[in-house]
């Protein structure tokens, strides 16, 4: 079975610290793989997406980026955190094929706090 | 106007009334239709997807599809104190790769 592994689950950042969040994939390959961001009380904010490797698509200009340097990785980076950086970090993935009809699947998420 | 529309609640039911859940969505040619529960503090899980026009049961829960009017919903029936969470809805968008989620809907069922 697939399971999705996001750490760490808590995190406190001063501001203008860097960052890097990780998520691993295992049990399938070739996902999509997905970076989303909840603020308290929100929805959820698609930040980014990719569907290979070194095949990432901005959602949101901000500053963050992510990376995809092997298959079932994904890394959530900055380089100076704001205090709007503040939220729940969700990374999910879901299968291709299946003509687009495949859900997310979403990891335990990471609540940073930058203060 | 947003992707993913939702009333943000809170929507109060009885327990053991039909709650219902709604969302609408903005690009007309969207094709895959999910519903996520989410508990306080914790990640979404997925309770329904949904492709086709119509209705779609699983246990006490169905989603409702309209794509001419671009409309999704979430039936509970039995409501318990255990479904009390906020609801996502994700549409899938003509960008095959692509989930928009709503901003939830907070479910309160009260004993």
């Known amino acids: 079975s697939q399971t999705i592994h996001q750490w760490p689950a808590t995190l406190v950042q001063p501001v203008g610290s860097p960052l890097s969040l990780e998520c691993t994939v295992e049990?399938?390959?070739?996902?999509?793989l997905y970076w989303y961001r909840q603020a308290a009380g929100r929805g959820l904010q698609l930040l980014f997406y990719?569907?290979?490797?070194?095949?990432i698509s901005s959602e949101v200009p901000q500053n963050l980026s992510a990376s995809r340097p092997q298959d079932r990785q994904f890394i959530l980076s900055s380089k100076k955190l704001l205090l709007s950086d503040s939220g729940f970090y969700l990374c999910?993935?879901?299968?291709?094929?299946?003509?687009?009809?495949?859900?997310?699947?979403f990891g335990n998420g990471t609540r940073l706090t930058v203060t | 106007q947003k992707e993913v529309e939702q009333n943000s609640g809170p929507l109060s039911v009885p327990e053991g009334a039909i709650a219902s859940l709604n969302c609408t969505y903005s690009?007309?040619?969207?094709?895959?239709f999910f519903w996520y529960r989410q508990y306080s503090g914790k990640s979404p899980e997925l309770i329904m997807s949904?492709?086709?026009?119509g209705d779609k049961e699983d246990g006490r829960f169905t989603a409702q599809l309209n794509k001419a009017s671009q409309y999704v919903s979430l039936l509970i029936r039995d409501s318990q104190p255990s479904d009390s969470a906020t609801y996502l809805c994700?549409?899938?968008?003509?960008?095959?790769?692509?989930?928009?989620f709503g901003s939830g809907t907070r479910l309160s069922i009260r004993p």
């Open positions: 999910a993935w879901r299968m291709k094929g299946d003509r687009g009809g495949s859900p997310l699947h």
């Open positions: 049990g399938t390959s070739n996902p999509n």
């Open positions: 990719s569907v290979g490797i070194g095949q």
């Open positions: 690009d007309r040619v969207s094709q895959s």
């Open positions: 949904i492709y086709s026009n």
């Open positions: 994700a549409v899938r968008t003509s960008s095959a790769s692509k989930i928009i």
